[in-house]
């Protein structure tokens, strides 16, 4: 059974930075790609940042800049590294991936993100 756990969220004042994490029951090199998604109350899911098995990075208009999407293979981690944080960044981020062979996409069960004075 598959498993992306996050962690990391929190409250950050505006300006600030968190780092979110998210760990691969398994190994990472089974995806072909990974990303975060965020879900603010009320709205809609949206894509945050992908990451693609060659390396290849794709970010939402929104967060170019400001945040940075990598991977430690090693830990079967990604990475969500978030500067300069805004209030309308507040939401619920989830991690996501694409199996390899299967071609199922797999989620994680969110980390809440706050950005507040």
């Known amino acids: 059974q598959v498993q992306l756990v996050e962690s990391g969220g929190g409250l950050v004042q505006p300006g600030g930075s968190l780092r979110l994490s998210c760990v691969v029951s398994?190994?990472?090199?089974?995806?072909?790609?990974m990303g975060w998604y965020r879900q603010a109350p009320g709205k809609q899911r949206d894509l945050v940042a992908t990451?693609?098995?060659?390396?290849?990075?794709n970010y939402a208009d929104s967060v170019k800049g400001r945040f940075t999407i990598s991977r430690d293979n090693a830990k079967n981690t990604v990475y969500l590294q978030m500067n300069s944080l805004k209030p309308e960044d507040t939401a619920v981020y989830f991690c996501?991936?694409?199996?390899?062979?299967?071609?199922?996409?797999?989620w994680g069960q969110g980390t809440q993100v706050t950005v507040s004075s």
């Open positions: 996501v991936g694409g199996a390899l062979k299967s071609r199922q996409t797999y």
């Open positions: 990451l693609a098995i060659e390396g290849g990075t």
């Open positions: 398994g190994s990472i090199k089974d995806f072909y790609f």
